[in-house]
């Protein structure tokens, strides 16, 4: 029985990761390692292992690195501490893979701690581009330590074969979200009301906020004063808003947020929705707005429009439901304008395609968990060699 050892540091990245967990861990020929680390330790950011216990995941490993602070330093220290803590635990469990996904600067740790103990790594959603955030780096240099690639669509599949990755470790699966929408693994309105006092007969916004990484000194501020402005234009909506990332600035975001929710009945603010909630309350939403992923990749399928604000997720490949604004109150309000009143726009979300579903069948974790079984582990998994492809293979990513 193989052992696949997973790695989860944030709310968003564990409800991708929850179909491929129980994919594995209903395997007869696979055995799940689960390391939880990162916010998901964090009191005040929801303490969200509670929700992998709820779920049923055995957590095998705990490994509690986060400093409580937004700086550069912290983050590093960080980084640093993950990644001598999770080298005794490689060497004690000796996986057969390690398997992470994104692109998040938390997965440097365990990747860097497997590389070394000649591991091999699987990692989910490779190929991608964000070119406002650190994620852009992090994400490539991820992509050429692993071993094995599942990229979500056929595009970010090219992409990772243009680095010169060999055909054969790339595996286009498509989004786990989607499998997650598919699967109707969310809260049901009833749910939604009693867990978090979410009146449904109101219209809902949605709202998620991550700082853009690449920015410096005060344009976290200077963004979120703008998001704020535009959204007291919006009084009439319920504004139901979930924390930042832990990333720099951060905290700036949520002391915006604490004082924008305290004195308007409107506005409810949560630490953390959970994914299964998270995603019971895009389903309802009027509009997603914000800069979080989950408004380009799940948001689609729900028929839901986005209205996406910077240049955070600049680069992603989009649905027809996304309407791209910049970080000002006037463009904001504009884009959330068409969102909720332009007929012919909404009358256009329900034909919308998502690139995130390549198959229509949402099943990325029966792929992944097919290539996890089957493929040989030996030394051509590991000698990795630069392997650029001709022109007319990029018809096998069905790229024009």
């Not at 129980?22 to 929700?51: C, D, F, M």
Request: net charge neutral.
């Amino acid at each position: 029985m193989r052992k696949i050892m997973a790695f989860t540091a944030t709310r968003a990245e564990y409800g991708l990761l929850k179909p491929i967990l129980r994919g594995i861990k209903q395997s007869p020929k696979l055995e799940l390692s689960l390391v939880v680390a990162g916010e998901h330790l964090v009191q005040w950011k929801g303490y969200t292992i509670n929700e992998i216990k709820k779920d049923g995941f055995k957590i095998n490993e705990i490994i509690n690195s986060s400093l409580a602070s937004d700086r550069k330093e912290a983050l590093i220290k960080s980084v640093g501490l993950t990644t001598i803590l999770l080298s005794d635990t490689i060497r004690k469990v000796e996986p057969d893979f390690l398997l992470l996904l994104g692109d998040r600067y938390e997965l440097l740790a365990p990747a860097i701690a497997a590389l070394v103990q000649r591991i091999p790594i699987a990692h989910i959603a490779g190929g991608e581009t964000t070119y406002g955030v650190l994620d852009e780096q992090v994400r490539h240099a991820i992509t050429k330590m692993a071993h094995l690639h599942f990229p979500t669509t056929w595009e970010y599949g090219w992409r990772i074969r243009q680095m010169g990755e060999e055909a054969w470790r790339i595996h286009v699966v498509g989004s786990p979200g989607i499998e997650n929408i598919n699967n109707c693994d969310y809260m049901l309105p009833n749910e939604l009301e009693e867990d978090f006092g979410i009146n449904l007969e109101k219209p809902i916004i949605l709202v998620t906020y991550h700082p853009e990484t690449l920015e410096k000194g005060s344009n976290v501020i200077n963004d979120i004063e703008q998001l704020v402005r535009a959204l007291k234009h919006f009084s009439g909506h319920q504004q139901v808003i979930t924390y930042p990332g832990t990333e720099v600035g951060y905290q700036n975001i949520i002391e915006a947020w604490q004082q924008y929710a305290a004195d308007r009945p409107n506005v409810i603010l949560k630490k953390s929705l959970g994914s299964r909630g998270y995603l019971g309350l895009m389903r309802l939403a009027s509009v997603v707005v914000g800069n979080s992923s989950s408004g380009i990749i799940e948001a689609p399928s729900f028929h839901v429009p986005t209205v996406n604000i910077g240049e955070r997720q600049k680069g992603r490949i989009r649905a027809d439901s996304i309407i791209d604004v910049p970080c000002e109150e006037k463009e904001i309000v504009k884009g959330i304008k068409k969102a909720l009143e332009d007929r012919d726009f909404r009358q256009s979300l329900k034909d919308v395609f998502n690139p995130y579903d390549p198959y229509g069948d949402g099943n990325a974790s029966g792929r992944i968990v097919k290539v996890l079984e089957e493929i040989p582990i030996n030394r051509k998994l590991l000698e990795k060699h630069l392997d650029f492809p001709s022109p007319e293979e990029k018809r096998n990513y069905h790229v024009q």
